[in-house]
């Protein structure tokens, strides 16, 4: 990959010229960080491929995002990142990641979240150490407060909708689960319960079937068991279409499914198989050691791509790895603490007019005292410098920025007014 200039890098993710600087079209790594650190953070791979790192810190003043975030979920246009240790979810803009709420009473535990109406639900094991008060946490979107709780078997983990319908894997907290919960997102009560192998930690709907990933018990359980691939017809009252056993010691994960394209990681390799399979395939699909891959922490098909994440030796920065779906490594980069997760951003809002058609510009340019903007409508400024941290924000009047106390060196300033917005580089001398 033809290497880029830290200046470049900067204005591309900043949208530096005729476009202003959006996290749109690209993909977030959620990076986990260490447990009791308070060290989550969020990069950004941009549709051009540029990385940007700790982005939700650039985007709200080197504020910290939470202690281990568990995962991510999009609701129009909000982001919301669930953050374990912190007990709390994190609500920002979802193109500009600025924050807007947070969640923070009612949830223990948290793990992941869904959608549904004027709700969102979010898995919660309680107590780890209590097998009986685990629940899903009823979320208003209207207030961002947890309005109501539904109870559920041990260790909720990932949870999907699909037309008013809330599946919840029970992966088992620090035992081993084996079954999903059905729940009527209509009255948040649970209907059915479908019994699956031991440790169910990927589930997927597509097309009307449900799919379900089991692990399987690992070696240090009291008696280990394979992993088991299930396939559910929602429409046929959850009738199951197939069990496929692994070997006694394979303990598959991270399934993502693409129309009859199935991928799974089992240990440090990616598998794939398709819908005409009745059994697991015998040879992986992608060799990851072959690249250095320590191991598979996140695991994503976005768009025809391959994402891995790769946790590395768990105290330094983790590597994220990116491949076609011919197995062909594309690219990889350095990312934050324990990267576990890829979520698509959503794409570039239409009909958002650029300010700089109406001719706003700095000046002077280079400064090195007060910074003018040639605009007579109201509009907020921000000054970030190269590394994306914000170093000024201010609503912006006729007398100008003071920006004598800002290092000498090129910066990025942002102007918005109302929907539209543009970003300039100056010099500060």
């Known amino acids: 990959m033809k290497k880029i200039t830290f200046l470049a890098i900067a204005l591309t993710a900043f949208g530096f010229g005729a476009k202003a600087q959006t996290f749109s079209e690209g993909v977030f790594v959620l990076n986990e960080g260490a447990f009791g650190a308070n060290n989550a953070s969020l990069s950004y791979i941009s549709e051009a491929g540029v990385l940007q790192n700790d982005v939700y810190a650039g985007a709200n003043g080197n504020a910290v995002l939470g202690d281990t975030a568990q995962s991510m979920g999009f609701n129009g246009e909000y ?3 669930v953050l374990n240790a912190s007990n709390k979810v994190e609500i920002v ?3 500009t990641l600025v924050h807007v709420a947070a969640v923070t009473t009612g949830l223990d535990n948290p793990r992941y979240i869904a959608f ?3 709700n969102a639900y979010v ?8 097998t009986t008060d685990d629940y899903v946490a009823v979320i208003s979107l209207a207030d961002n407060t947890v309005t109501s709780t539904i109870p559920v078997v041990e260790g909720p983990e990932k949870i999907i909708e699909e037309d008013g319908v809330l599946y919840v894997a029970h992966k088992g907290g620090y035992g081993f689960g084996n079954s999903v919960s059905v729940i009527n997102a209509e009255t948040n009560t649970v ?8 440790v169910p930690s990927s589930i997927v709907e597509e097309d009307g079937y449900l799919y379900v990933l089991c692990e399987g018990k690992p070696s240090w359980a009291d008696e280990e068991t394979p992993g088991v691939f299930y396939v559910f017809d929602i429409e046929d009252d959850y009738l199951s279409l197939l069990v496929s056993n692994f070997s006694g010691t394979e303990h598959p994960s991270n399934l993502q499914v693409d129309g009859n394209n199935f991928y799974y990681t089992l240990d440090s390799n990616i598998y794939h198989a398709t819908a005409a399979d009745t059994t697991p395939p015998t040879e992986p699909f992608i060799v990851l050691e072959e690249q250095g891959v320590y191991g598979v922490y996140g695991f994503a098909l976005i768009d025809d791509k391959i994402y891995v994440g790769d946790a590395g030796d768990f105290v330094s920065a983790g590597k994220v790895y990116i491949y076609d779906t011919d197995g062909e490594l594309l690219d990889d980069y350095t990312v934050g603490l324990l990267p576990n997760g890829f979520y698509e951003a959503p794409e570039a809002t239409t009909g958002v007019k650029d300010i700089a058609a109406l001719n706003v510009s700095v000046y002077p340019n280079p400064t090195s005292d007060v910074l003018y903007v040639n605009t007579t409508d109201a509009a907020d400024v921000t000054i970030y410098d190269l590394a994306g941290r914000t170093v000024t924000s201010v609503n912006y009047t006729n007398s ?22 543009t ?3 100056v010099v500060i001398q």
Do not use: M, P
Request: contains cysteine; aromatic residues 10%.
């Open 191 to 198: 209907t059915q319960s479908l019994e699956v192998g031991f």
């Open 116 to 118: 549904y109406g004027t």
């Open 123 to 130: 898995t919660c094991w309680g107590d780890a150490l209590d």
């Open 93 to 95: 803009n979802a193109s």
């Open 423 to 425: 970003v300039k580089k």
């Open 79 to 81: 982001a919301y990142v």
């Open 400 to 421: 100008g920025i003071n920006v004598s106390g800002l290092q000498k060196g090129t910066y990025l300033v942002e102007v918005v007014a109302g929907n539209a917005k």
